[in-house]
């Protein structure tokens, strides 16, 4: 009974994955091949030879990209059951050590980097996705050509206003739907495949090397628009948490893969008999009594691969804060029974706003597909890089087996990334530049809390010698009540304590100085979730827990305390928090522009008390001045 129960739930797992990990990868047939036809700057004939090239690449991408990288391999390098760039830039600090800067600083970089590549990809995906899906109108009706634009609209801006009452009902439907879009995606290569089943043998490798030794420049720059089959795969490792590494390689060996290889064969033989059909082989391909029904479960699968990017967006934003690389920003949970379904506003707003103009400055998903790619690849090699490090010192790999591996795989991928580069004037730019300015974000707010911890850390004052002598003192005056006093130095005197003695002269009979420390894990056990230590006469310092993928809840986590000796009535409690005014220095720490923008986002973020959960009418905030 137990072996159907388990059987049932890993079934039920991989349709789940189906909708959430492969929506993405799984719409890149509405214009990959396409655009290895009709990119402007190599312009390619759909010969029947080039078609057999341009398969033959397809086929080998997806088999070695994502089937040998991401499934085999990059699927076991979790952080404690969670994956994705960000992920694995934590569990690679975790190992680097403090006592290797450099190396800690270049894996920081690295997956800021492709975290702010992440970013990109999460604006530009759901508008060529739409875009392309809503395109196929156009097969039905050229009238329809108009309309493509407000409609692709219409569907984004709906979208991103559902998003504040969560996908967890939406959810339920993911998987069923993409599964039919797969089913429907193999009908329709089968379809088209009978009449010219010549075009498996595109599977042999040969014509990839033909088409290279024909073509040369023209081949090597096409690799940019066979790139766009792969987009979507770095989305198998980063919700490997949701799911787990064994039903998303289920669905992607039995059902993503087929589906995918099915169509672009049929959509190959479709342009051996019709080369005109590149103008849309995809909506082409399908008998004209279905392009209606195509164009609705088209435009269901690249809503649904919008949305696991925005929710990864949400998720990504998440550990940033977690792990001290974001300011605190306001975060909801839209399900009370998966902690994973979070919604973040001032992320879902800026989406929008980035992904309407996207729509409107690039307008087709062709010109789009020249902005698709370059991020996506750079984020590839970045995972890569980070991987290779992680095998030799986490899985004992002698570095020549680890160079074997990962060198053809990087160089692969440096060929994709080199080939998507010829793109940057054409849209390559609009990726890089919004991924370049969050990464200026991300390190400036990384570099400012470093400062902000060193001028703290020199100013400050060794907290037990000084509670000692403080509880020492008979003039001073204790009332009957809790005190919990914030603070992210556990060994220093908290600000807000010597506001408070100066101005109050008194001290709470129970005293308590938490520190929240995010650990490079995803989550941490309930029972080493506090850390209390006795200082002196009724006064403790504690250390609270968390990772990066958890909501840190100060109350409820000093609710542990009891177990350790120090237990603290809610009712009494008053939360004290320093508030802390930044005063941007010239020759202070960074360049003056950069402190002023650290200033501005340390101003706005999110008070430590909503972020830590603090009871509203239960906090107490001293101010004070720092110039950095």
Known sequence: MSHSNEKSSQSALTLAALGVVFGDIGTSPLYALKEAFTQQHHPLAATPDNVYGILSLIVWTLLIV?????????????N??????????????????????????TVIVLGLAGAALFYGDGVITPAISVLSAVEGLEIATPAATRFVVPITLAILVGLFLVQKHGTAKVGGVFGPVVAIWFGVLALVGLYNIMHHPEVLF??????AVRFFMEHGSIAFLALGAVFLTVTGAEALYADMGHFGARPIRLAWTFVVLPGLLLNYFGQGALLISSPDAVRNPFFLAVPGWGVYPMVALATAASVIAS???????????????????????SIQHTSGAQMGQIYVPFMNWTLLL??????????????LAAAYGIAVSMTMVITSVLAFSLVRRDWKWPTWVAVLVWGPLLTIETAFLLANGTKILDGGWFPLLFGGFLFMLLSTWRRGRELLAERSEGEGIPLAPFIEGLVADPGLARVPSEAVFLSPRGNAVPRALLHNLKHNMVMHETTVFASVIFLPQPRVQPAQRVLVERIAGGCWRVRLFFGFMEDPDVPAALEWCAEQDLALDPMRVSYFLSRETL????????????????????????????FFKLPPNRVVELGSQIAI
């Open 66 to 78: 994502v089937t040998l990288k991401y499934v085999v391999f990059v699927l076991r390098a979790d």
């Open 80 to 105: 404690h059951g969670e994956g994705g760039v960000v992920a694995l830039m934590a569990r690679v600090l975790g190992h680097a050590g403090e006592s290797r800067p450099r190396k800690r600083m």
């Open 202 to 207: 595109a599977l042999s490798p040969h014509h």
């Open 307 to 329: 949305q696991a990017l925005i929710s990864g967006v949400y998720s990504v934003t998440r550990e940033l804060i977690q792990l001290g690389f974001c300011p605190r920003i």
């Open 354 to 367: 980035l992904v309407v103009l996207v729509v409107l400055g690039f307008r087709s998903s062709s010109n």
């Open 583 to 610: 005063l941007p220095t010239p020759g202070e720490g960074m360049a003056l522009w950069r402190e002023r923008v650290f200033e501005f986002m340390f101003r706005n973020a999110t008070s430590a008390a909503a």
